[in-house]
């Protein structure tokens, strides 16, 4: 710090306001502290124990949906790991919205977390250079962090939508559709790489009417669902591409006098109760969220090497809506 | 803020760090501000505009638990108020541990959030005087606050139940179980006598082996549910105290050679997509959330009256498995 200081030509005081996040420092004094901190390669969680003596530790977690289903085991996860390093968890939402994903990161920040958990809703997060530089510890989850180097733990988005579309191949279908998120959504995009690696593998020439990308309120999933479900020559199956597309889905498939072969990525609460069977490619979310924040706290330790990108596996759960063989042609 | 100073015998300064919960005051010194502002009714929020100018307001949110569906649109709906007041929400759950409660809710009044809407875990809640004195506003949901007086929010957990019991009686059951979460926990109290309420009205007794109250994990309700359901007089209809029991009963009943009829408090994702479809007496989570932190940001905006409990009604709606008869005797 005292290097920081003198570098900045400031004093200890002002180096610890700019690291903290306190008032009374002007833009441009900041700006010679936060020059000088990158510089020096100043690591915050060295001198944190120090500066912020008497605080809890406490990390936050940006989510990008607070009801989705998907992020409650993650949330969760990311909460125990968090107490059993005694730390805090402070989390909110982003709900997809990129610049509403910044500032509340950057809130998070100005309120002194000692690291982040976030699932990114933009793809440009050079926004938390001076955050990191300044050593909050940061590490993304479900999605990669974009345009800058930093920790990820992923799933296998691409592979597991790959196997979900080869299981309905394999079944005999020819015919699949693919509903997914927006495409400027990583998983949402990998996912749709999955579907079309399967369908090339298989030799299938992918109609464009079988791909409908967008987002996941049921008005839109529906409109898509009924469109390649109608016409002389309707999907005889569907991959979805998250949970909340597949409950849409299975209820417009429910209205159908036909059956239809249904594979949803991400598994679904009482999906193994409905008649067929919901089969799943399905997401290990208290993993991804533990490991994440296994990784963070690594970081807070000093003990992190270089930033990773870590890719837990999925797994097929056939339960029989995946199992429905083709309809005869009418 | 003056007044508080002078009836402590101290500066502006110590004042304003007791009520920032900054640290370099001494427990005593503490204790006797905290006293001239119990004494004087110095309300934070009166002066927070002042004390904290240049930070961004921020509200607190105490869960119950981060993975239970029923609480994702709850908090999203606070999430969406706190935003639309310009402020932040933090958040974290207490597991149900009523230690746990109260050591995040101070967690947070001490990283000074402006208000706390708190979902409790424990039913003593004279650990929140001293921050409400100070000015926190504190608004209670889904269950409310004990040995307290503050602004509650709370579903018809007695009314929900009783309507839902009564349908099923008016379908012509007698033995009717009721399986809930721990009695200690407001709601499954209110709603076992609910339960109660419902079977006395109709005449009739209840045996005591027909309720089952205990940890939701569905371990403890399966056995519950297995147990009404065997021997020679076994119950013909079950009401579920929530939607994690819910869940498991709809497994077990599922595993059955007979039709046993369900209602359930909570609604659940695909419950209409199941056969029978799930009747369930439906409480409004985002309602609730919604109503709490506007109630919130009332007192915040200092319009607030004398604390009070609002009461939001439930709804029954019929989906197939509280319309099943009872199966004939055995």
């Given at each position: 710090?005292?290097?920081?200081?003198?570098?900045?030509?400031?004093?200890?005081?002002?180096?610890?306001?700019?690291?903290?996040?306190?008032?009374?420092?002007?833009?441009?004094?900041?700006?010679?502290?936060?020059?000088?901190?990158?510089?020096?390669?100043?690591?915050?969680?060295?001198?944190?124990?120090?500066?912020?003596?008497?605080?809890?530790?406490?990390?936050?977690?940006?989510?990008?949906?607070?009801?989705?289903?998907?992020?409650?085991?993650?949330?969760?996860?990311?909460?125990?790991?968090?107490?059993?390093?005694?730390?805090?968890?402070?989390?909110?939402?982003?709900?997809?919205?990129?610049?509403?994903?910044?500032?509340?990161a950057l809130a998070l920040c100005a309120r002194r977390v000692d690291g982040l958990v976030i699932i990114p809703a933009g793809d440009d997060h050079r926004y938390l250079e001076p955050e990191m530089a300044a050593g909050v510890?940061?590490?993304?989850?479900?999605?990669?962090?974009?345009?800058?180097?930093?920790?990820?733990?992923?799933?296998?988005?691409?592979?597991?939508?790959?196997?979900?579309v080869a299981h309905l191949v394999a079944g005999g279908h020819r015919r699949i559709g693919f509903i997914g998120d927006r495409p400027r959504i990583h998983t949402a995009a990998e996912r749709l790489r999955g579907y079309r690696a399967a369908m090339e593998d298989a030799g299938i020439p992918v109609d464009e009417r079988w791909v409908s990308l967008g987002v996941t309120d049921p008005g839109r999933v529906r409109r898509a669902a009924e469109e390649m479900l109608s016409g002389p020559d309707p999907v005889t199956a569907v991959f979805t591409g998250n949970n909340r597309v597949t409950v849409t889905v299975l209820r417009v498939l429910a209205e159908l006098d036909r059956p239809v072969a249904l594979v949803g990525f991400d598994d679904i609460e009482l999906g193994d109760l409905l008649r067929p069977g919901v089969t799943v490619v399905a997401q290990d979310a208290a993993l991804l969220g533990r490991t994440a924040a296994e990784r963070l706290f690594r970081q807070l330790d000093g003990a992190a090497a270089a930033p990773e990108r870590i890719v837990l596996p999925t797994r097929l759960i056939e339960r029989g809506s995946g199992e429905l063989s083709p309809a005869p042609a009418r």
């Open positions: 710090m005292k290097d920081v200081a003198a570098r900045a030509g400031v004093g200890l005081k002002t180096v610890s306001r700019v690291v903290n996040a306190e008032p009374g420092v002007t833009p441009e004094t900041e700006r010679r502290v936060r020059e000088a901190i990158a510089a020096l390669g100043f690591r915050r969680n060295d001198s944190a124990r120090v500066l912020r003596k008497g605080r809890t530790a406490s990390i936050g977690l940006v989510l990008e949906d607070l009801a989705d289903p998907f992020y409650g085991p993650l949330s969760r996860a990311v909460e125990e790991v968090a107490r059993e390093h005694g730390a805090l968890l402070i989390n909110g939402s982003s709900a997809e919205d990129p610049d509403r994903e910044q500032e509340l510890a940061t590490v993304f989850v479900d999605r990669p962090a974009g345009r800058i180097d930093a920790d990820a733990v992923l799933s296998d988005s691409f592979g597991g939508a790959r196997d979900g």
